[in-house]
């Protein structure tokens, strides 16, 4: 089945200490991108990646990197997470850019 | 600021009518634009899109309308059912096939009463 998986769906942690969300997509998509979503503020873009080796900024890039070695996957890395990075992140691949297929989800909890 | 407007945050429409999604935009170097629909806990799933030199395009019972000079575009679905109860976000691009970042609206949740 095609898809885009995401780990963890939850996380709770605490400030400071380093996690990866981990994105794997088994669809040969050049295209990967991480998103973030917000009350009130919808999806916005903090990372995207056109090819291994390949990424550059979204809108919101602070507090956060990223990696592409393999094309099938594109780990999201919080070095030192604050309570502001609390919220629901998205993972997304494409072949073309436009027509993104989205992971489930991954609801990080910071406190 | 906000590059792509969705200004209602809900829509509630009966079973069998038209509903009808609104979306702004601001920048006039977006060539692409897209729906996309979120159920609770999934990610958003891809619905339509439109090229700028299209000013329509239809997909079953979704089409969606583009107005460059207002710089609107509109999702209609005829006719709404209950499963189409969901978070649908508008989104646009720059590029024409050569860029690859994605800016969103906030979304509008709509409900589908049977």
């Known amino acids: 089945e095609a898809q885009v998986t995401q780990n963890p769906r939850y996380l709770i942690t605490v400030t400071g200490k380093k996690l990866t969300v981990t994105c794997s997509q088994n669809m040969n998509h050049e295209y990967m991108s991480w998103y973030r979503q917000d009350p009130g503020l919808g999806l916005r873009q903090i990372y995207y990646?056109?090819?291994?080796?390949?990424?550059d900024k979204g809108d919101v890039p602070e507090g956060y990197k990223v990696s592409r070695k393999e094309k099938r996957n594109f780990p999201l890395i919080l070095e030192s997470p604050s309570p502001n990075q609390t919220s629901l992140y998205f993972c997304?691949?494409?072949?073309?850019?436009?027509?993104?297929?989205f992971g489930p989800g991954t609801r990080l909890t910071v406190t | 600021d906000q590059q792509v407007k969705q200004n209602s945050p809900s829509l509630s429409v009966q079973e069998g009518r038209i509903s009808i999604l609104n979306c702004d935009y601001t920048?006039?170097?977006?060539?692409?634009f897209l729906w996309y629909k979120k159920y609770p806990a999934e990610g958003p799933t891809f619905l339509i899109s439109?090229?700028?030199?299209?000013d329509k395009n239809e997909d079953g019972r979704f089409t969606v309308f583009l107005n460059k000079s207002a710089k609107h575009l509109s999702l209609h679905i005829v006719p709404s059912q209950p499963g189409d109860s969901a978070v649908y976000f508008c989104a646009a691009s720059v590029g024409g096939g050569s860029n690859y970042k994605l800016t969103f609206g906030k979304g509008t949740l709509l409900t589908v009463n049977p």
């Open positions: 439109i090229s700028s030199i299209k």
């Open positions: 920048n006039s170097m977006f060539d692409y």
């Open positions: 990646s056109m090819n291994v080796e390949v990424t």
């Open positions: 997304a691949s494409s072949p073309w850019g436009y027509e993104q297929y």
